[in-house]
């Protein structure tokens, strides 16, 4: 594809800072305008408006977009690999352009029994005795009846038992909301939270296949920890170690979920804060 510029300002503040550095994102911006109908009057607005789901006057989405950059390169340095522009311009999104509702400023504060209240009942919707198994089971048959693809995430915190240990319960339960709360944000709305384990958590993906929820698990990860790291007693932020794959239409529900199991235990064997799939034959 060609690098010639669709606009004034292409070439400075697309081309000449990804072009070289990460063509796979370059391409996808690439792509992006190439799909509008015509060429745009307020192209960094529109571009903002595709990555984030935010429409911004063209100036402040031109500056915006500039930090975005800013942004992806810090992660990658913090990170030591390339992270891509989607991935960067949503975490930037949620960082700046939305109010950090869901940040911890002082975990060993007391919430008000509102606050209480409400992160009870956050864990609780999710934590339901058997929700895990049952809404599995569900999309799997509604997988095999449509026929599209079925994929779901294992999440499980990196050594929680030692946030237990240092932190009050409450303090420890205020974290899992805030990683719930950053969950909810990263995923659609027609995708399933459950939870099935003190620190561990069930994604249920439908019409997604291993390699979109492969995508998904690592912005999952690289969200928890860049938002966790302004924790005030966690400064280092937490991790998470995931496990993705897609559903064999053949298998039971039980088969996929020890799937799950065996890929995410012989993941945290090797190295945990990273994301394990699995193909099925």
Request: aromatic share 6%.
């Amino acid at each position: 594809m060609q690098s010639e510029p669709f606009f004034e300002g292409f070439r400075e503040h697309i081309a000449a800072p990804l072009e070289s550095s990460d063509k796979e994102s370059f391409l996808l911006i690439n792509r992006i305008f190439s799909e509008t109908c015509s060429p745009a009057s307020e192209p960094f607005s529109m571009l903002m408006a595709r990555m984030t789901g935010r429409r911004l006057p063209e100036k402040e989405a031109l500056r915006h977009w500039r930090r975005i950059l800013e942004h992806k390169a810090e992660i990658e340095k913090k990170l030591g690999r390339r992270v891509g522009i989607e991935p960067a311009a949503i975490d930037y999104a949620e960082l700046r352009l939305e109010k950090a509702d869901i940040i911890i400023v002082n975990t060993t504060a007391k919430p008000q029994p509102s606050e209480q209240s409400k992160e009870k009942k956050l864990l609780e919707e999710i934590g339901k005795p058997g929700l895990p198994v049952e809404k599995l089971k569900e999309e799997m048959m509604r997988s095999k009846r449509y026929k599209h693809a079925l994929s779901a995430i294992l999440l499980d915190v990196d050594e929680f038992h030692k946030i237990n240990e240092s932190l009050s319960m409450q303090a420890a339960d205020r974290i899992l909301t805030v990683i719930v709360k950053i969950i909810k944000k990263t995923i659609r709305n027609v995708d399933i939270l459950t939870r099935c384990g003190q620190e561990r958590f069930l994604l249920i993906l439908p019409n997604t296949n291993r390699r979109e929820a492969y995508s998904l698990a690592e912005r999952l990860r690289l969200n928890v920890n860049t938002r966790t790291s302004r924790l005030e007693e966690l400064p280092a932020g937490i991790t998470i170690t995931l496990s993705a794959g897609q559903c064999d239409p053949e298998s039971s529900s039980s088969d996929f979920t020890r799937q799950l199991e065996n890929t995410l235990i012989e993941g945290e064997k090797r190295e945990r804060n990273k994301t394990y799939s699995f193909f099925y034959l």
